[in-house]
């Protein structure tokens, strides 16, 4: 099962549109199943006498553990290493705090008297100082941390090991469900709330709260819970046909309209296949669609496969506030989420209806948007890069504002700022802003450059006008970026990919009796015989060539004066610009114009209309309106002066 598909980053506002659409447009169901997957952990290991321990599967030498009176005392890097821990050191008190997640240990180098969270505790024995090396009680940091310490007494190996929920929560989600006595866990800002999956782990769980996703260890139940924002056509109905259509690929069990414990109604499938059996639920409440998904291993007992319909059916849309339920909403008070990623070591805030968008195989680029009446009004996107050699931060920050402006369209772009310094969080950089008009609404791009250590970071904070002017969402979360150094050997190079639009390879189309060059960096797409699309996923551009007969031989320029005038008359068109054009003795005619998209606004396309082989050929670049300019000529004007005929 998954709940999102891979994705890839936009270039603006308006064309992330189109990641954010594809990945809250899915029902997020049993469309596929996910890979059986390892459930992340920490993990150390190591024998007590030996400098050298495994950290996370990797050899580290370090001062070598000793034991104490029973207690087994390791350098303070150990733990900083596998769990990603912050340190703060006062050198006045020879205070230690570590902080993870939304535990705060605090120690003090020859003192037995230890605070986790606030609440004093007593150690079995102090933290040392060993030839310059703090030396802290490992059981008592990662049990606190919600990691289980065994000891192999006949190979005196000592194990820590710590199952991790894949979230970049502040919440540890993995320490709250071991730790939890309660009966029921739930959402308290999605509302709603479910028996407590028992003997399963939270295996992973979206930073916006929109999947949850529970396994038992060997794989044979597991509960999903997904929830999407409805579309305008969406009904108790279309969610019922989105059930029924999954359920059409199995051996179907029930299908019926049901009203839960909150007199909710509910729309009902089980299901199975070969290996398992699946009870399937689905919502429309209040603009949102939720689905209640569980599986269990056809050998599964009946008690086992009776607890897990009991899930199913206890799933309901309300969250009660007696206590009883175990909250997974990390929202804060003042209506963010801390986003924290500990292997990139940044932090920010984020609005809490704020979706991520999960880009699976770029652990280095990170995007957050808001949707609003089907219309993207923010995004956020943080990246990071390793340092280049010749190029200082202020030179990055002002070759990306040019090729920014260069990419959109000069008719939207009211405003620039130049480059300037910035301070954020302690750390030295420099952000310019780009002010445009897509037609729709007016937008700000706020692009900031930072660098800590050997490692780049690109802030970019983009709303529409008058969201921003609301809410001061820009400010909120530019205070909150904080960056950490990044260790180079646990995360490596980091190289920003630059788009390959001035290579070009030849594309001979035998259908079509054509050949054509298009940048290396595009798709091909083939319709039928007698067309194919070349599209680029990261900009919106693409372009599309077909042939049509010709029986009647008309002319190029008749034909695409016709087209003109026919599309002149579409609802919102606006004729830009036409004229007659010739190259490689091929005598065209092209017209250009606008079409508006209720989603995704204008777009600009160009017909170039030509006659050869007996046959009518049309050759149609289509690109956003705000991704129409110097850049995008240039790519097309290549492209249609390298077309020729086979």
Known sequence: MTAFRKVKKGISLLLCTFLLFSVIGIPAVAEDKEEKKDIPKIEISFTVGESTLKINGKSVTVETPYVVDGTTLVPLRVITEAFGAKVTWDEKTQGITLEYKEVVIKLNIGKKTAYINSQVTELLQAPELKNSTTMVPLRFVTENFGADVSYNSQTAEITVVKENTESNSIKDYALILKRTTKDYIGDSYHKWHMPMPKEMRLRDRTFDGYYSYFVSDDGKREVMITIKDAESSDTPDTVAQKLIAIAKEYTLIESTKKVDKSHSEYYFVKYKDKEMTYEHKGYLSNGKIFYALSAVDNGATAQEKQVMSDIIEGFVLNFPTDGSVEDLSDVMSDGYRVFSENRMKFSLKVPADWIEVRLEDKENEFIFGRIQSNRLVGRIGVEIYSEQSGQTIEQWANMD???????????????????????????????????????????????????????????????????????????????????????????????????????????????????????????????????????DPESGRGVNIFTNENKNADPAEKVGRQLKNYMSEEKGAQILDSDDYEINNIKMYFFKYTLPNENDGNFVYTAYIAYGNGKLYSIVFTTPYIGDGKETATIFKKIVDSFKFL
Request: some cysteine.
């Open 401 to 535: 504002r040019q090729h920014n402006i260069d990419m959109f369209n000069p008719a939207c772009i009211i405003e620039t700022s130049p480059v300037a310094p910035i301070n954020v969080a302690g750390v030295s950089g420099y952000s310019y802003m780009i002010k445009m008009d897509n037609k729709k609404e007016k937008i700000i791009m706020n692009d900031i450059f930072l660098m800590k250590g050997k490692y780049r970071y690109n802030l970019t904070i983009e709303l529409e006008e008058s969201f921003m002017n609301s809410k001061d969402y820009y400010n909120a979360v530019l205070n909150s970026f904080k960056v950490e150094e990044i260790y180079v050997e646990d995360v490596g190079q980091l190289t920003r990919f630059e788009q390959k639009n001035d290579i070009f390879t030849t594309y001979e189309e035998k259908n079509l009796e054509c050949k054509v060059d298009i940048p290396v960096n595009w798709n091909r797409e083939e319709q039928n015989s007698t067309s194919v699309v070349f599209f």
